[in-house]
C-alpha cells in the first residue's frame, strides 16, 4: 500500500505498511460467518484506540520534540481503517520528519490485524488552524476563513488574523473589521501569497543596497 506525505506544498511519495486481511487467511468457515461483522468492528476499535494511544506517547517522546501534531483523523474505508496525520515543526515538517513519524506510528499499528492505511503530511504552507490557541498564536498572519452562515454577505473570508475577543475571531479585511464567531467557522488556514513574498523580498534587497 502506498501512502503520501506532503512537503510544504508538493506530495511526496513514501511506502507504508498495510496488514494483511484477517478474514482472508481464516477463510469462510461458516463457525465464523455470523460473528465476521462484530470482529471486523472489534478490530477496527482496537487499532483506532491504539493510533490515539501512539500519538499520546509521540507527543511526550523526547525524540520528536518541537513536532505538533496539528491535526489527526481516523476514518472507515470498507474493512480497512484510513489514518492521516498533519504535523508541523520549526521551519516546517520535510520528507525526512514525516517518514520518521509513520514509522513510528506503523510500528505501534502492525502488532494488530486490522487493515489499515497511513498517510503523514506537513500542515505545509496553508496549515489549517484547528484549536482556538492557533487564532492568537498567528495573529498577524494572513487567513482564509470559511463559515458555516452567511457573515457580511460572506461565507469566505480573508485578511489579517487579528486574534480573539471573547469566543469570537478578530480579523482586518478589505472592509475593515471583522468578528466571526467560533461555533461558526467551518475552516481556516494560514493563506500564502506568494505576490506579497516576492514583494516583501524586493523592499528588503532593495533597503540593503540602498545602505550599501
Known sequence: MRG??????????????LI???????????????????????????IVAAFERELDAI????????VEIVAHRARSVARATEFT????????????????MAARINGGLSVNEAEYSLVVES???????????????FAGERVRIVTSLS??????????????????????????????????????NLEYDVRLDLARDKKQRKQLHGND
Open 123 to 137: 500542515a505545509g504552507l496553508d496549515r489549517p488552524l484547528v484549536r482556538s490557541g492557533d487564532y492568537e498564536r
Open 85 to 100: 496525520v498533519t504535523i508541523d515543526a520549526p521551519g516546517g515538517a520535510d520528507l525526512a520528519l514525516c517518514e520518521r
Open 151 to 188: 457573515i457580511g454577505g460572506n461565507k469566505t473570508h480573508r485578511g489579517i488574523l487579528r486574534g480573539l475577543r471573547g469566543e469570537a475571531v478578530v480579523m482586518e479585511t478589505e472592509r475593515g473589521e471583522l468578528i466571526l464567531p467560533m461555533a461558526a467557522i467551518k475552516s481556516a
Open 20 to 46: 494483511s486481511g484477517f478474514f482472508k487467511e481464516r477463510g469462510h468457515d461458516p463457525r465464523f460467518a455470523a460473528s465476521e461483522s462484530d470482529l471486523t468492528t472489534n478490530m477496527k476499535a482496537d
Open 4 to 17: 503520501r506525505a506532503h512537503v510544504g506544498l508538493r506530495p511526496v511519495t513514501l511506502s507504508v505498511r
Open 59 to 66: 507527543a511526550h517522546d523526547r525524540a520528536f520534540d518541537g
